[in-house]
């Protein structure tokens, strides 16, 4: 049986077939979650054929629905209704498949992509102590991987963040202002405009470390996702224009503050493991922080094995690690 598995959050989109083929697509979902089933339906067809799709999501969140429970039920729709006939089957917080939707059990649906790509990252362990650090255009996951199982604190998102599991900061989603109250700028500290002027993307687009695409307007503003529209979206974030020296300082300490962030809550989750990692997998396409992290938790090069998705498997599997991992689960599993 041919899979595909997708996985359906509240910006992107994600497909992958576990045998090679990946890839995302850019859907707002808070803003028309009506378009759902049309934008899946066209996802599919530019896929591989397949008989059956398995599903995972976190886009039940998204604000477009009135809660969780009613976001799941919709998108479970949405999903039968773009399959054209084909089975669906959806993956639960148990790790498990299930082809039945009970409107009663909907969190067990709900936010299962990170358990999906931990359970098949255990494979790449060895049964030694590991990490998983996917880290993503919105949040970031750090999980660990310990005798041979997923050994999260949180099973959902609540409990996640609570843990340090899940981390509400990305590499391009996330507003400056959610990461830094003032900056420093020429020897004086400035207070930075609480409004969504820019995010982390502009940040990265400054430094040279996110990719530059005159096409992609998911922006704050609207405008290109280029270094010279960055630099207008850094410089609202003090009221006033910005040189590229100017720039360049600003990103660099939104950086920090970010990787701060991260150190802080991967601390919480080293300090409840029974045993040091000796393996820490890396996914998601904000993988260029992973170094500077592993530094920060005293994992650096000599003390763990560092195991790159996107060099062992390219960088869109790795930016679509959860959908890879689920095509590939059901693949191994065939849900009933």
Request: charged residues 20%; without cysteine; aromatic residues 4%.
């Given at each position: 049986m041919r899979w595909l598995a997708l996985d359906i959050g509240g910006a992107n989109l994600k497909v992958a077939d576990g045998h090679g083929y990946a890839a995302v697509q850019a859907f707002a979902l808070w803003r028309a979650p009506e378009r759902l089933a049309v934008e899946l339906a066209r996802l599919i067809e530019k896929s591989p054929p397949c008989d059956a799709i398995a599903v995972t999501m976190t886009g039940e969140l998204a604000d477009g629905y009135s809660s969780r429970a009613a976001g799941v039920e919709a998108i479970v729709a949405a999903m039968r209704e773009a399959a054209g006939g084909r089975n669906v089957v959806f993956y639960r917080t148990d790790g498990k498949f299930t082809a039945e939707f009970d409107p009663g059990d909907w969190l067990a649906l709900a936010a299962t992509n990170w358990r999906a790509l931990a359970q098949w990252a255990i494979r790449l362990t060895g049964g030694e102590s590991a990490l998983l650090v996917d880290v993503g255009s919105t949040t970031v996951d750090i999980i660990p991987l310990v005798g041979n199982r997923v050994a999260a604190a949180g099973s959902d998102d609540y409990g996640r963040l609570r843990s340090g599991e899940l981390v509400y900061t990305g590499v391009e989603r996330t507003p400056l202002c959610a990461l830094v109250e003032a900056v420093d700028l020429e020897g004086e500290i400035c207070p930075v405009a609480a409004e969504l002027f820019a995010t982390t993307l502009d940040a990265y687009l400054v430094l040279g470390e996110a990719s530059e695409d005159a096409e992609n307007v998911g922006t704050a503003d609207g405008r290109p996702r280029t270094r010279a529209a960055a630099l207008t979206r850094l410089g609202r974030m003090v009221c006033r224009e910005i040189d590229e020296a100017e720039a360049g300082t600003l990103a660099w300490q939104v950086?920090?503050?970010q990787l701060q962030k991260l150190e802080i809550a991967g601390r919480a989750v080293l300090d409840r493991m029974t045993a040091s990692p000796e393996i820490v997998i890396v996914s998601g396409h904000g993988d260029f922080l992973a170094?500077?992290?592993?530094?920060?938790?005293?994992?650096?090069?000599?003390?763990?094995?560092?195991?790159?998705?996107?060099?062992?498997?390219?960088p869109d599997i790795a930016r679509c690690a959860p959908a890879h991992a689920l095509a590939v689960l059901a693949a191994e599993t065939p849900p009933t």
């Open positions: 950086r920090l503050a170094s500077d992290l592993l530094e920060r938790w005293d994992l650096g090069p000599g003390q763990v094995t560092a195991i790159s998705l996107a060099a062992e498997l390219g």
